[in-house]
């Protein structure tokens, strides 16, 4: 297995992008190996050894830019003036700066213009989708939605995400469609999160979208997931211009 995921989608050259597994990391169980994340109870150092490398083997233009993560609809503008700006999405029309998000199950969601002056990074979980992540996102390309390309990573699938009643509920007060993302399981659901964020985006007028169907709960030896297993490292999604 690959460490990177790189996203099959349509977009300028001057755009890159990738998705790490757990794979090539330094950090010991139940973090094993490249965990990515300070806040999850891994050795610091070991965490700071991950990044290093990851920079290094990917050939950042800089360290990505990481931010606080509160699962809310907040988007920061890189580069930004804080080290940790408070926010779930991240835009950049700059070239050598790297939006990154952190996820264990939750989606990332990577965006940029066709034209390749902006890109963006999101991270969705179902209150961040739910509450409009997205579609903040959105609102802060000058390009038009139909002018961006959107690509959904790994995440927890449509046969994991058990849910309750209310997560239902809550997605179809704001929009119907959504019943389709949820099929009954004894008295709560498996959410389809893929299926949510494209009909948020499709509404939105996004019309290139291209997904990754990887699990991350179901493949263990890949991914880390924090609904399998609690204690658990982060993978991180990342996006920059060349």
Avoid at 14 to 33: E, L
Avoid at 96 to 112: E, K, N, Q
Avoid at 223 to 230: A, E, L, N, P, V
Wanted: charged share 20%; proline share 5%; glycine share 8%.
């Amino acid at each position: 297995m690959s460490e990177w995921i790189i996203p099959d989608w349509p977009a300028p050259q001057r755009v890159r992008a990738c998705s790490t597994t757990r794979h090539g990391g330094i950090s010991a169980a139940p973090w094993d190996s490249l965990n990515l994340g300070t806040h999850v109870g891994d050795v610091e150092a070991h965490v700071m050894h991950n990044r290093h490398c990851l920079a290094e083997q990917l050939a950042l233009p800089a360290m990505p830019q990481w931010l606080d993560q509160i699962h809310g609809q907040d988007v920061a503008r890189l580069p930004a003036s804080e080290r940790l700006p408070r926010a779930d999405a991240a835009i950049t029309r700059e070239s050598g700066v790297v939006c990154a998000v952190m996820t264990a199950d939750c989606l990332p969601v990577l965006f940029c213009s066709k034209d390749g002056s902006e890109v963006a990074a999101a991270h969705a979980g179902w209150r961040g989708l739910c509450n409009g992540v997205l579609e903040q996102t959105l609102s802060q390309f000058h390009c038009a939605t139909k002018d961006i390309h959107a690509w959904l990573g790994p995440a927890i699938g449509p046969q994991a995400f058990e849910v309750g009643a209310e997560v239902k509920t809550a997605f179809m007060a704001h929009d119907p469609q959504a019943q389709e993302a949820f099929r009954p399981v004894g008295n709560k659901y498996f959410a389809d999160i893929w299926l949510l964020a494209r009909q948020r985006l499709l509404t939105a007028g996004v019309r290139s979208i291209n997904v990754s169907t990887r699990c991350t709960y179901h493949e263990r030896e890949d991914f880390f997931s924090f609904r399998r297993d609690g204690i658990t490292g982060r993978m991180a999604t990342l996006i920059w211009l060349r």
